[in-house]
């Protein structure tokens, strides 16, 4: 039992045991949506949409597609979001046409070291 616990030791010492949050976690789930006041979109009667990583302790890098009024624009944008950082702003709730903006996560992956 002694020499059983020392391998288990020796392995995940030497970096050969994976932590389990490494398989477990699904890098988009940590990617939030919210909202701010940002003084532009307010002067338009709109709030500004912001994007921030939610992981304690992991960078998650996002790719970020836009859509406006319902329809995607094929505008795309890619962000690394790390851990305990501010938000950061995508654009205005509505565009100056008034129709509704919104960045859906098309892929999110952890950043390693």
Request: include cysteine; hydrophobic fraction near 45%.
């Given at each position: 039992m002694i020499?059983?616990?020392?391998?288990?030791?020796l392995t995940a010492t030497l970096g050969l045991a994976s932590p389990t949050w490494a398989t477990d976690e699904d890098p988009a789930s940590f990617v939030k949506f919210g909202e701010d006041f940002?003084?532009?979109c307010v002067?338009?009667?709109?709030?500004?949409?912001?994007?921030k990583s939610t992981h304690p302790s992991r960078t998650?890098?996002?790719?970020?597609e836009r859509s406006v009024g319902g329809v995607p624009t094929g505008d795309r944008s890619k962000s690394d979001l790390k851990p305990n950082a501010e938000p950061?702003?995508?654009?205005?709730k509505q565009s100056l046409e008034g129709a509704e903006q919104r960045w859906n996560v098309q892929r999110a992956a952890f950043l390693e070291g």
């Open positions: 020499r059983l616990r020392g391998a288990i030791l940002g003084a532009t002067t338009r009667n709109t709030v500004t949409v912001t994007v998650v890098r996002v790719w970020l950061e702003d995508l654009g205005c």
